[in-house]
């Protein structure tokens, strides 16, 4: 697998955000040192895709209660050997919502993850713990789409800013909340 776009991808994005350094090392040493890091059988990781989405008015944000992890998340999941961070954001938030219309959020002009993130995953039937190295995607939600729940998840549903706040204490999720936040009105301006 060609992992020379993902590695481009982490070199913008450690410029971009310099004092997220280690979580871009630790990623990249994944890529450069495991030639499967795409497909979800490679441990002690591999790269995932995630999609922050906001709604089209900017005001809500799109959570979904992730069936396994049972706790509110963004919409993500497995590469499963795709190479393109983006591309699985985007099939993962077409699959995990519903909707299909999205306008994706660049980033000093590029089109660079809103946030990156090693994470933990429990063991779980004969998978054994391993971490997700995470990009994760800002995209705005296009107008007038319905939202379903997929079978990955409990639920899913729009939250303002302070729901988001009082429901989850995830770092990843304020982080990305804040960042979002700091973007969008920078576009506005």
């Known amino acids: 697998m060609d992992r020379r776009e993902i590695l481009g991808i982490l070199n913008d994005y450690e410029e971009a955000f310099q004092d997220e350094a280690?979580?871009?090392?630790r990623i990249r040493e994944l890529v450069e040192n495991h030639s499967d890091c795409f497909d979800r059988t490679c441990i002690p990781g591999h790269v995932t895709g995630s999609a922050w989405i906001v709604s089209a008015d900017l005001t809500q944000h799109l959570l979904t209660h992730h069936r396994k992890l049972n706790r509110w998340l963004q919409v993500g999941g497995h590469a499963?050997?795709?190479?393109?961070p983006f591309n699985v954001a985007l099939r993962e938030a077409c699959e995990e919502?519903?909707?299909?219309r999205f306008l994706p959020v660049k980033n000093s002009g590029r089109l660079l993850p809103l946030d990156i993130d090693v994470h933990s995953i429990p063991a779980r039937h004969s998978e054994p713990e391993?971490?997700?190295h995470d990009l994760r995607y800002l995209l705005i939600a296009d107008r007038a789409q319905e939202i379903t729940v997929?079978?990955?998840s409990?639920?899913?549903r729009w939250f303002t800013v302070d729901q988001v706040m009082s429901l989850t204490d995830e770092p990843g999720i304020h982080r990305m909340l804040r960042k979002s936040n700091l973007l969008l009105n920078e576009m506005e301006s």
């Open 22 to 25: 280690a979580t871009v090392q």
């Open 80 to 84: 499963d050997g795709d190479s393109s």
């Open 97 to 100: 919502s519903g909707m299909d």
């Open 130 to 132: 391993h971490e997700h």
């Open 150 to 152: 997929s079978h990955e």
């Open 154 to 156: 409990h639920d899913v």
